[in-house]
Nanobody
């Protein structure tokens, strides 16, 4: 069983930065694709970014391209989401998702991952 824990959320002003971390206890997820989703109040969950187990495949939502960077450190069982140039519309609960994937990150990008964290709140004030 893979248990995911997100940390790093908080309150930041417009234009500020935050770095989210997704870590796992128990089984290593070095062979897992990992991604981030977010859900704002009253809205559907949306894809943000994903990375393959090797880091060779990285996918971003258009809304965060050029501002957010996803990376991973398999030795530390951690995936990070560096968020720069934050906007009020980035306010949401951010969730980490993961699933086994030999190649690519499609299983995460398409929302079919079997493992999800509890989420961390990101609030951007105007």
């Amino acid at each position: 069983q893979v248990q995911l824990v997100e940390t790093g959320g908080g309150l930041v002003q417009t234009g500020g930065s935050l770095r989210l971390s997704c870590s796992t206890s128990g089984r290593t997820f070095s062979s897992y694709a990992v991604g981030w989703f977010r859900q704002a109040p009253g809205q559907e969950r949306e894809f943000v970014a994903a990375i393959s187990w090797s880091g060779d495949t990285i996918v971003y939502a258009e809304s965060v391209k050029g501002r957010f960077t996803i990376s991973r450190d398999n030795a530390k069982n951690a995936v990070y989401l560096q968020m720069n140039g934050l906007k009020p519309e980035d306010t949401a609960v951010y969730y980490c998702a993961a699933d086994r994937s030999d190649t690519g990150a499609a299983v995460v990008v398409t929302g079919r991952a079997n493992y999800w964290g509890q989420g961390t709140q990101v609030t951007v004030s105007s």
